[in-house]
């Protein structure tokens, strides 16, 4: 999970941890994750503690390169954690994009060429993508070198996209998008 964004559009903090449905986003996404993957972390920088109360068994990965170069700074600490476990593909979505589909990570192998993300409506989301762990270095040396855009990076490698109907790739990055996305709960997606 991808969760360390600045928030600048919703005034700052931890996008993840703000309350839908009563729970913290950041509950909601781990819960829908569980079953698809071997293992879970979350990539934020900072102190790891705040996340302790609400996954206290789920590692925190901190970027691996200075100064918050975004969020492919994340992809790449969980493609490194992923190596360290023996794991090939790592899975990544933003804290901010709870109501992920229970197929997300089946439909998304069974893709990947050598990439795969998901689209809904017609609208690529490259951060929710499935990542081979292997791309690590490579990924490492296009921050290096100032790359900074998940969608045109991944393009580059091989990337497939994967649509899916509805919307459920529903994200806070503004307040006004918690009621969409209260809604949605509430519609039971």
């Known amino acids: 999970m991808l969760a360390g964004g600045l928030a600048r559009r919703m005034g700052g903090g931890d996008k993840a941890l703000l309350p839908l449905g009563g729970r913290p986003m950041l509950s909601i996404l781990l819960d829908r994750l569980a079953p698809q993957v071997a293992a879970l972390a979350i990539s934020a920088n900072g102190d790891p503690s705040r996340f302790a109360d609400l996954a206290p068994e789920v590692p925190v990965l901190p970027d691996s390169l200075p100064d918050y170069p975004g969020p492919l700074a994340g992809v790449l600490a969980g493609m490194q954690h992923a190596a ?3 794991l090939e593909m790592v899975l990544t979505v933003p804290g901010d994009t709870p109501l992920v589909p229970s197929d997300l990570a089946a439909r998304l192998l069974e893709a990947a060429a050598p990439i795969a993300c998901a689209a809904s409506e017609g609208r ?10 292997s791309l690590r270095d490579h990924l490492r040396a296009a921050i290096a070198s100032g790359e900074g855009k998940v969608s045109r990076w991944a393009q580059r490698q091989g990337c497939t996209v994967v649509e899916w109907a509805g919307e459920p ?19 039971g997606t």
Not at 124 to 132: E, G, I, M, Q, R
Not at 172 to 183: C, R
């Open 84 to 86: 360290s476990l023996g």
């Open 124 to 133: 690529a989301h490259p951060p929710v993508a499935l990542w081979p762990a």
């Open 169 to 187: 790739f529903l994200n806070a990055n503004a307040p006004k998008d918690l009621a969409a996305l209260e809604a949605a709960l509430a519609r």
